[in-house]
């Protein structure tokens, strides 16, 4: 239950975040979430689309550099303190988060938890069975 | 089997080279003497006759030939002979003042061109071959050089010259080019069009790649033999002296370039001093022509620098090696005092797993202080997801350089081509110091 994440690598000029979405949209390809991480000279941002392939191949064809990697979906009530409780979920079964961003869906009913960690497949297995439930690409896409 | 054009010259014994040499250098001091203004003043001011020069020690006294005299006499004043005898001329692209020119007879053109076949044969080519020659064509000896050696070899050669990446690659596939003839920053630009056309290199014909005209390292030797999937070697040539074909790599050698010593007497000088070094040692690269009609050379500082080797090469040819070139005592950066050059710049980047060869160095000074930027393009091999696996790989080039060189620089990791590709020789250097 990995889903897909676009990962695409931004030097630190203006525009480029404009461009990359022009870009996008150009293609019809929807954006369902994002995040950047920056330092000084470089950011990495990274998308959830619903179109993966698609996207990999629109921004590489327009000289972005472009990789692709599994992240996990965790769906949770969106009330004060669904973050915290995933949260010490993942403190007890001593998972490594790589970094996390967070989505509220249309309805907003539900917050969806993007992470990235460590070791994805001990993270998959310990989330459900401590009962959250776990949304495929598919299955956001949808939301 | 090795393979020679001119068995005989190339495998003399060194006495016989250095009685050939000896009285090529009597003949051609004596000529210029006569004949040149600019020369004979110089050796007037020195003190030194032609008569003088009775063993090839005695070559260190003559005066040097830099390229401001090439320029003093712009464009035909150290030519020896008339005008109605020089059938062509060739000129350096003059970015940083007046361009140099030299010229050429008929009976040059014909040496050169029998230099430039024994270099294609050093690399292993014969008349069977198919020479895509992507030097420039023009002012540049590169293109038109190496092209005349071709047809005298007897192979056919492609005159594609440099530029229309794409359309090189279509001619590369449908003429089953064997050999490529082209700057090393180029062939990587061929290779890495390659890629992105989605042509496999091994769907090719091509062997090997005879590269030159601008210093390179040999982890980027590494690089375009694995892109390409040939055998890369090294061609040394400069047009002060003569043009591509002054010395070539041996397929057989380990390491090191022949000198084509019954043509050109090399020397190795302390660039600061100007004192002849001990054989193997390391300094500028001087070389005099021994043959040469219409634009002969006495003692010309290239600037490039190398060391000769005068061990047995496995090849069978006597002929000195110089080490090869991988930097200039001009595109040398003092960068708070250390000499830090270009290609080992390259060679640490060339040795990370994943690094492609696209970088350029941006020097500064930031008040009293100079600062050198190295900017390295993220390719889809090195890219993460993650900033801390950017960061150690930044900190690795970082760390890297500092151990090879002893200078603390900037690493920079821009985006996937947004360095120049080169057309002809590569820009690596941007110095934005006002010295």
Same mark, same amino acid.
């Given at each position: ?30 954006? *369902?979430?994002?995040? &950047? ?48 409780? %995933? ?38 297995? $310990? ?17 | ?7 005989? @010259?190339?495998?003399?014994?060194? &006495?016989?080279? /250095? ?23 110089? @050796? ?23 390229? /401001?005299?090439? *320029? ?13 005898? %020089?059938?062509?001329?060739?000129? $350096? ?87 490529? !003839? ?11 069009? @390659?890629?992105?056309?989605? &042509?496999?290199?091994?769907?090719? $014909? !091509?062997?090997?790649? &005879? ?5 390179? $390292? ?21 047009? /002060? ?34 004192? %002849?070094?001990?054989?193997?040692? =390391? ?54 005092? %250390? ?77 996937? =081509? ?16 006002? !010295?």
């Amino acid at each position: 239950m990995k889903v897909e994440q676009i990962a695409v690598f931004l030097e630190n000029k203006s525009g480029r975040l404009a461009e990359i979405t022009a870009t996008l949209a150009a293609e019809n390809i929807n954006i *369902r979430a994002l995040s &950047v991480a920056d330092t000084a000279d470089f950011g990495i941002l990274r998308l959830i689309v619903d179109n993966v392939e698609k996207a990999k191949a629109t921004l590489k064809s327009n000289g972005f550099t472009v990789g692709i990697t599994n992240v996990v979906a965790v769906e949770v009530a969106d009330k004060t303190g669904g973050l915290a409780d %995933v949260l010490k979920t993942i403190e007890e079964e001593k998972l490594n988060v790589e970094y996390m961003y967070a989505f509220v869906n249309k309805t907003g009913e539900n917050a969806v938890l993007i992470f990235r960690f460590d070791d994805m497949d001990k993270a998959i297995e $310990s989330l459900q069975r401590t009962g959250y439930t776990i949304l495929s690409g598919k299955e956001i896409c949808a939301l | 089997m090795t393979l020679y054009w001119e068995e005989e @010259m190339e495998t003399l014994p060194r &006495v016989g080279l /250095e009685s050939i040499q000896l009285k090529r250098l009597q003949h051609l001091v004596a000529r210029v003497y006569k004949t040149v203004a600019p020369y004979r003043e110089k @050796m007037d001011a020195a003190g030194v006759k032609p008569e003088d020069i009775q063993s090839l020690a005695d070559l260190a006294k003559l005066p040097f030939t830099v390229k /401001e005299d090439l *320029r003093d006499n712009y464009p035909f004043g150290l030519f020896t002979v008339p005008m109605d005898q %020089v059938v062509r001329v060739h000129a $350096s692209s003059g970015t940083t003042g007046k361009p140099t020119v030299v010229g050429y007879t008929k009976k040059d053109i014909r040496t050169w061109s029998g230099l430039m076949a024994r270099a294609l044969t050093c690399a292993g080519a014969t008349s069977k071959d198919m020479v895509h020659n992507a030097y420039g064509y023009g002012l540049f000896t590169g293109g038109l050089g190496a092209h005349y050696g071709i047809e005298r070899l007897g192979a056919t050669v492609i005159p594609v010259s440099g530029g229309n990446t794409k359309r090189q690659i279509t001619i590369m596939k449908d003429f089953k080019s064997t050999v490529l !003839l082209a700057t090393p920053s180029y062939a990587l630009n061929l290779a890495e069009t @390659m890629e992105g056309l989605g &042509v496999d290199p091994q769907s090719l $014909s !091509l062997r090997v790649g &005879v590269f030159g005209a601008e210093p390179w $390292s040999e982890n980027m030797r590494d690089e375009v033999e694995r892109k390409l999937n040939i055998k890369a070697v090294d061609i040394y040539g400069l047009s /002060e002296v003569m043009g591509p074909g002054v010395a070539m790599q041996c397929l057989e050698g380990e390491k090191g370039l022949h000198v084509f010593e019954d043509h050109f007497l090399p020397e190795i000088i302390d660039p600061d001093t100007g004192e %002849v070094l001990p054989p193997g040692e =390391k300094g500028e690269l001087v070389f005099t022509t021994l043959t040469k009609e219409a634009f002969p050379i006495i003692r010309y500082r290239t600037k490039d620098i190398s060391r000769l080797m005068y061990d047995e090469c496995a090849c069978g040819r006597t002929l000195v090696r110089m080490e090869k070139v991988t930097g200039r005592t001009d595109d040398m950066l003092i960068i708070r005092g %250390v000499n830090v050059f270009p290609s080992q710049i390259e060679h640490v980047l060339m040795g990370i797993e994943g690094v492609e060869p696209h970088y350029q160095i941006v020097v500064n000074r930031e008040g009293n202080m100079d600062t050198m930027s190295v900017e390295v393009e993220v390719s889809e091999n090195i890219f993460s997801d993650e900033i801390r696996k950017l960061e150690a790989l930044s900190k690795r080039i970082l760390a890297d350089i500092k151990d090879m060189l002893g200078v603390t620089c900037k690493v920079k990791l821009v985006e996937h =081509k947004t360095i120049q590709r080169s057309e002809g020789k590569a820009q690596r250097v941007i110095d934005n110091r006002k !010295l």
